[in-house]
């Protein structure tokens, strides 16, 4: 000890404990050395991205366009006597807020979120003046000239025959209330499908998963719940796969349902539901990864976490590895994406039929960890941003030639009258400056940011309008 003291430097460190001090100096610069490491892979990481979205911006300067911020200045009428009980039942203590309004059947300023027939999106007449506008919460009808009805929907492209596929609830029937207390409900008619090359003109495929009319004990007995319908093509078996949320009035049988067709058209033989993992499963959705693997996402737990867990290679069952995800977060209609070797996700909240706020998710392992980056919607106003305006995540569709950039498909929910629920379509850009994240990483946000612009009418940039 005493050798060494000798030979130690007194103006080395401003302590007298010796080789004690040292090592913690030791592992204090390590601990900086690695700060300084995991800072320098952050910034080049952004920088990296910055670089591409300035390479994308120049290749796409219609980008530009689908990220002009919009704003809207809704006056919300002054408050009544009278308000429908669904409104008032809601939020009794606050004051009127943009939220209430949309709730309340009655609102004077329903048309604003749910305009009526004369405004509708027509293919039939707007098609030849090169329209081709999506003006989100419109009544949205087919070549037929009848409402869309592709409720909780998904979307297929189907390489083979160029064409997109647009499967959802078919919810043309009366809403009522199965029990006092029971969600309003829509009897199942099935599954609708719709058929474009340009992602706007949709011609009606019929109802390619139907209700079963008198088997009570059937999954699909008009009775029970079947919502979010979403298909994926097999390359091994080459059949086309449908899952989706099967359920009882009560929302308490909880299972994930399977039903497979030859034709991305149907019709599709169901196969049967199950409780995946031996877990509830409520709102959900599949993701097909580049590698051909499929994963299932859902609600568990009482929707206060997401499960994933991939699919066997058919697609037709689930296998039993499965991660916990977004534990205690209570989200559910997950979208999911992929970009760069990174996956994202949009998420609602859980308030039942009413609209709430987005949250966008990030990962680099599709089975996690996933981190929660903040709400991605832009524009409107701040009532809008905070109620996915007034929507509830369902799909996010790749644009195919725009890196970066992809269609957000959401339901405005018509509680008062669930056929008449409306799309709102958005924009969803990845990049740009980066988010106010809700978890920090060493005060760094590590994803670039995912941005859905509010826009009161849009169109896909006109390469793609063929
Ligand atoms: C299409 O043209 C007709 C007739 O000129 C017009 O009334 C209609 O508003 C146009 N639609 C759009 C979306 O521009
Ligand atoms: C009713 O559906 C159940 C469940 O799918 C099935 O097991 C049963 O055979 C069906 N009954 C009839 C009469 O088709
Ligand atoms: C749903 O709940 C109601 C009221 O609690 C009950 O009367 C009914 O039998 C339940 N139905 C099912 C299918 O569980």
């Known amino acids: 000890m005493r050798v060494r003291n000798k030979y130690r430097k007194p103006t080395a460190f401003p302590c007298n404990v010796g080789s004690r001090c040292s090592i913690s100096a030791v592992v204090w610069s390590l601990v900086g050395f690695l700060l300084l490491l995991q800072f320098y892979s952050l910034v080049s990481r952004r920088n990296e991205v910055s670089r591409d979205i300035t390479l994308r911006m120049s290749r796409h300067p219609l980008v530009r366009e689908l990220e002009q911020v919009e704003e809207e200045n809704i006056q919300i009428p002054p408050p009544r006597g009278k308000r429908s009980p669904r409104a008032a039942k809601r939020r009794p203590k606050r004051t009127t807020t943009l939220v209430d309004e949309f709730l309340d059947e009655n609102s004077q300023i329903r048309h604003v979120f749910f305009p009526d027939m004369k405004t509708a999106i027509n293919p039939l007449k707007d098609a030849g003046n090169g329209s081709y506008y999506y003006y989100p919460g419109r009544i949205w009808l087919d070549t037929e000239g009848n409402p869309i009805q592709a409720h909780g929907g998904g979307m297929l492209y189907d390489e083979r025959s160029s064409t997109y596929y647009w499967y959802g609830e078919y919810k043309d029937g009366p809403t009522y209330h199965a029990y006092k207390k029971g969600a309003a409900r829509v009897d199942i008619i099935g599954v609708g499908c719709y058929s474009s090359k340009d992602l706007w003109t949709w011609k009606n495929e019929g109802i390619v998963l139907t209700a079963e009319e008198t088997n009570e004990t059937h999954d699909l007995h008009k009775s029970n719940v079947l919502e979010r319908p979403k298909v994926i093509y097999n390359e091994n078996t080459g059949k086309y796969v449908m899952w989706m949320h099967i359920d009882d009035a009560n929302y308490t049988k909880a299972a994930v349902g399977v039903a497979v067709s030859d034709y991305p058209t149907g019709p599709f033989?169901?196969?049967?539901?199950?409780?995946?993992?031996?877990?509830?499963?409520?709102?959900?959705?599949?993701?097909?990864?580049?590698?051909?693997?499929?994963?299932?996402?859902?609600?568990?737990?009482?929707?206060?976490?997401?499960?994933?867990?991939p699919l066997t290679k058919d697609y037709l069952d689930v296998k039993p590895e499965m991660r916990r995800i977004l534990v205690g977060q209570h989200r559910e209609a997950p979208a999911l994406f992929k970009y760069r070797g990174t996956y994202y996700m949009i998420t609602s909240g859980c308030t039942g039929w009413?609209?709430?706020?987005?949250?966008?998710?990030?990962?680099?392992?599709?089975?996690?960890?996933?981190?929660?980056?903040?709400?991605?919607?832009?524009?409107?106003?701040?009532?809008?941003?905070?109620?996915?305006?007034?929507?509830?995540?369902?799909?996010?569709?790749?644009?195919?030639?725009?890196?970066?950039?992809?269609?957000?498909?959401?339901?405005?929910?018509?509680?008062?009258?669930?056929?008449?629920?409306?799309?709102?379509?958005?924009?969803?850009?990845?990049?740009?400056?980066a988010d106010r994240p809700f978890e920090f990483n060493f005060g760094f946000p590590l994803w670039p940011r995912v941005s859905i612009y509010w826009h009161r009418k849009w169109r896909l940039p006109s390469a793609l309008s063929v």
């Open 269 to 309: 033989d169901y196969l049967g539901s199950q409780n995946p993992h031996g877990c509830e499963s409520r709102d959900m959705t599949i993701f097909k990864d580049d590698d051909g693997v499929a994963y299932l996402v859902y609600s568990s737990e009482d929707n206060s976490e997401l499960h994933i867990g």
């Open 354 to 433: 009413a609209p709430n706020e987005a949250l966008a998710h990030a990962a680099d392992s599709i089975m996690g960890p996933w981190e929660t980056m903040g709400n991605p919607c832009i524009g409107g106003n701040k009532m809008f941003r905070l109620a996915t305006f007034f929507a509830q995540s369902t799909f996010v569709v790749p644009l195919p030639g725009i890196p970066g950039s992809y269609i957000f498909m959401a339901d405005r929910w018509n509680p008062a009258d669930l056929g008449n629920s409306r799309y709102v379509w958005l924009p969803l850009i990845v990049g740009g400056p």
